[in-house]
Nanobody, 125 residues
């Protein structure tokens, strides 16, 4: 069974940090761009960051540039999202997705066709 599994979410104070992981099972990630997305209650899913299959290219939403860093370790079949200087507006369920349609380095969630179950990130004092 092909699966993506996110982990690393939790409750953190404003200004704090978290590292999210996205692990694949049943297939290898190294052929695909991987994206991180988030969805807050009542809002549409939005792109946060994505990384090319080799890890050589990345893309970030303006709202997280300079605070979040995406990386991948293809040997571990895992993609990471390091989140620093967290703000209350970063609160959401975070999902990772695989671009198995080879749409390119996009933050458009419609271009991703395999999703994890999500991990909750709550930024609050």
């Amino acid at each position: 069974q092909l699966q993506l599994v996110e982990s690393g979410g939790g409750l953190v104070q404003p200004g704090g940090s978290l590292r999210l992981s996205c692990a694949a099972s049943g297939f290898t990630l190294d052929k695909y761009a991987i994206g991180w997305f988030r969805q807050a209650p009542g809002k549409e899913r939005e792109g946060v960051s994505c990384i090319s299959s080799s890890g050589g290219r990345t893309n970030y939403a303006d709202s997280v540039k300079g605070r979040f860093t995406i990386s991948r370790d293809n040997a571990k079949n895992t993609v990471y999202l390091q989140m620093n200087s967290l703000k209350p507006e970063d609160t959401a369920v975070y999902y990772c997705g695989a671009d198995r349609l080879f749409a390119g380095l996009t933050l458009d969630h419609y271009e991703y066709d395999l999703w994890g179950q999500g991990t909750q990130v709550t930024v609050s004092s």
